[in-house]
């Protein structure tokens, strides 16, 4: 009768291991997730203040490489009277090693090329460089290599493209983005 009782107690031992490993997992999820979900508040928050500066630093040194902080910061000082940030709602972010993704949608006051209210659904991504969460978004070739190197994240979370949307009559009405015709159309 002792060997049943030995079984049992190996069983539980091997219960509350699986249990610690897997409590110790989900916190380190819950601990990215969070980081996740913190740097896009703080990417957020510089681009509201327009500290473009420390945005670059925020980058993938890949987009680093290709554009210089002079440019980054100048292109972000020309569209700074075109709208005023507000706030933004950030979803759950989801993490795979390196490779993060996160819905968020940011609310602005458009002041130019019209007056209204609007908002920007976009898919964020982020990647771990230096033990830190760099914002890809907008950085196309960027995340295609990440995601052509993490081929299941990329079938779970494929890239969606950003909606943009204007409040007319108390109704979002969403905006075409994209590239805009040109004179050359016959």
């Not at 969070?34 to 473009?52: H, T």
């Not at 075109?82 to 006051?109: C, F, K, N, W």
């Amino acid at each position: 009768m002792k060997t049943p009782m030995k079984s049992k107690l190996i069983i539980f031992a091997l219960l509350l291991l699986a249990c610690a490993v897997t409590g110790g997992a989900v916190s380190a999820a819950a601990s990215d997730e969070a980081e996740v979900r913190s740097s896009v508040q703080r990417i957020f928050d510089q681009l509201k203040a327009g500290q473009y500066e420390g945005l670059y630093d925020s980058l993938p040194s890949s987009t680093r490489s290709r554009v210089t902080r002079d440019r980054f910061v100048k292109g972000l000082q020309g569209s700074r009277n075109m709208y005023q940030l507000e706030r933004i709602e950030i979803g759950q972010p989801r993490v795979s090693g390196d490779l993060a993704v996160v819905d968020t949608t940011m609310y602005a006051h458009i002041q130019q090329p019209f007056n209204a209210d609007g908002k920007l659904v976009v898919q964020q991504y982020l990647v771990r460089e230096d033990g830190s969460w760099r914002v890809a978004t907008g950085d196309r070739a960027t995340i295609d290599r990440f995601l052509k190197s993490n081929p299941g994240f990329a079938r779970k979370f494929p890239i969606r493209r950003t909606r943009a949307f204007v409040q007319q009559n108390g109704q979002w009405v969403e905006i075409p983005l994209g590239k805009r015709p040109t004179g050359n159309s016959r």
